[in-house]
DNA sequence: CAATAGATCATCT
DNA sequence: GATGATCTATTGC
């Protein structure tokens, strides 16, 4: 993807995202569930507070990664979107492992199915070995890279509630990839 | 299968 | 000092 793609509102963004493919290195999984954050409106959002030396990439140019550490032992990644100057990002929240599974395995030792191997914002990092160092590192030029499917099949759209939030906790920014 | 607790730390109040 | 864009193991049906 140039960055072009992610120079929008991130729930168009967000919609983009699915059915698209997630590289880092040798792993690499199908996109099917994000979450669009918004900018100085969306309390939820990082960004909501204004600029702080961990969200500041949000605020900086489309087309990068914002990936923070939560819980004391999880990292999450985002998708910067929105032109620079203006906050709003896509978290992804689950991929489908492709390309590179022996590999995610070994990185999630304790996980045994493969549906479980990156079905979570803290899985899917760990699986593709993503963190903090990676933080405001290019979509476009790698490491981490976002490509489309020659041929992408059809799918719908599923639209729900954010989960795991307790501000704005209703309003319908989560998207599935179904069937 | 559903509900609950524990792990563990950067960031903000 | 509390909280959080979570995951896993464990307990109880």
């Known amino acids: 993807m140039t960055q072009d793609f992610y120079s929008h509102p991130a729930t168009d963004v967000a919609r983009a995202c699915l059915g698209k493919i ?9 996109i099917v569930e994000v979450e669009a954050y ?5 309390m939820a959002a990082h ?16 087309g990068h990664a914002y990936v923070y550490f939560i819980y004391g032992m999880h990292e999450c990644l ?12 896509v978290l992804i929240r689950a991929i489908e492992p492709l390309t590179g599974i022996e590999t995610m395995f ?4 304790k996980t045994k199915r493969v549906r479980d191997l990156a079905s979570g914002p803290g899985k899917l990092t760990q699986a593709l070995a993503i963190t903090r160092k990676l ?13 489309r499917l020659f041929d992408e099949p059809a799918f719908k759209i ?12 209703d309003w319908p920014l989560r998207f599935v990839l179904v069937k």
């Open 22 to 30: 997630l590289v880092h290195g040798k792993t690499a999984g199908r």
């Open 38 to 42: 918004l900018g100085v409106d969306d």
């Open 47 to 62: 960004s909501y507070r204004g600029v702080t030396p961990r969200n500041k990439v949000i605020f900086g140019p489309p």
């Open 78 to 89: 985002n998708f910067v979107c929105e032109p620079e100057g203006q906050a709003g990002c």
């Open 106 to 109: 070994k990185r999630r030792a």
């Open 135 to 147: 933080n405001g590192s290019s979509l476009v030029d790698g490491p981490i890279t976002v490509r």
């Open 158 to 169: 599923d639209v729900t509630p954010r989960i795991g939030i307790t501000k704005c906790a």
